[in-house]
């Protein structure tokens, strides 16, 4: 069965500081993979997603994703952490030609002045 | 191009009282989804439709039925709620395997 770990609920760092939010997947096959954004009060927004080909993805507001087959990752990076990135981030993996998605328990990233 | 919008915003309900949720999209998406979100749990999905007419249980369906009588639209009923049932609903739409796209959310309370 799929499934998919977020490692740390919380995550804080100081503004300019690397940003890495960590996602693991558990799947059979190379499934699709996503990372959204959700600012409070709002829905969930489309950050980036890995499909096929390229492993490093770019995405909005200069977040990037690495998808690692062999450790079952895909973890979230921003090379400079920003005021406004303090947001609640998910997870989510699908597999080509079905309906079902699975989020992670998301992870809640503060930054801090 | 107004996406997903769900309404009502905000709600506030008694116990066994009943409501529906609704959620339009206008980008002629197949799939559509009714997932809730509390503290700690990410979403569960209550129930989605891949077409019109058509729909299933997700992972937590238990005092909900939906309805996808227009491609469109997709509505969540809770014919007697319950003080659990308070979350906040989203509703998404998407492709087969692509992108889901989310509404801004219900926040529904049941006093």
């Known amino acids: 069965a799929q499934s998919v770990t977020q490692l740390g609920s919380h995550v804080s760092v100081s503004e300019g500081a690397l940003v890495l939010l960590r996602c693991n997947y558990s799947?059979?096959?190379?499934?699709?993979l996503f990372w959204y954004v959700q600012y409070p009060n709002q829905g969930l927004h489309l950050l980036l997603k890995?499909?096929?080909?390229?492993?490093l993805v770019k995405g909005i507001n200069g977040f990037e994703a690495e998808f690692k087959k062999s450790e079952t990752s895909f973890h979230l990076t921003k090379p400079s952490a920003h005021m406004s990135d303090a947001a609640e981030y998910f997870c989510?993996?699908?597999?080509?030609?079905?309906?079902?998605?699975?989020f992670g328990t998301g992870t809640r990233l503060k930054v801090l002045a | 191009n107004a996406g997903v919008t769900q309404t009502p915003k905000f709600r506030v309900l008694k116990t066994g009282q009943s409501m529906t949720l609704l959620c339009a999209q206008d980008?002629?998406?197949?799939?559509m989804y009714w997932y809730r979100q509390d503290p700690g749990m990410g979403l569960r999905l209550i129930h989605y439709?891949?077409?019109?007419?058509?729909?299933a249980k997700g992972e937590v369906p238990d005092g909900y039925n939906v309805s996808r009588l227009k491609k469109q639209n997709f509505l969540l009923g809770l014919e007697s709620a319950a003080p659990s049932q308070t979350s906040v609903y989203f509703c998404?739409?998407?492709?087969?395997?692509?992108?889901?796209?989310f509404g801004a959310g219900t926040r529904l309370s049941v006093l």
């Open positions: 998404a739409s998407s492709l087969r395997g692509g992108v889901q796209y």
């Open positions: 799947s059979s096959v190379p499934p699709y």
């Open positions: 890995y499909t096929t080909g390229a492993t």
């Open positions: 989510a993996v699908c597999h080509s030609g079905t309906y079902k998605y699975i």
């Open positions: 980008m002629n998406h197949e799939y």
């Open positions: 439709s891949v077409g019109e007419g058509t729909t």
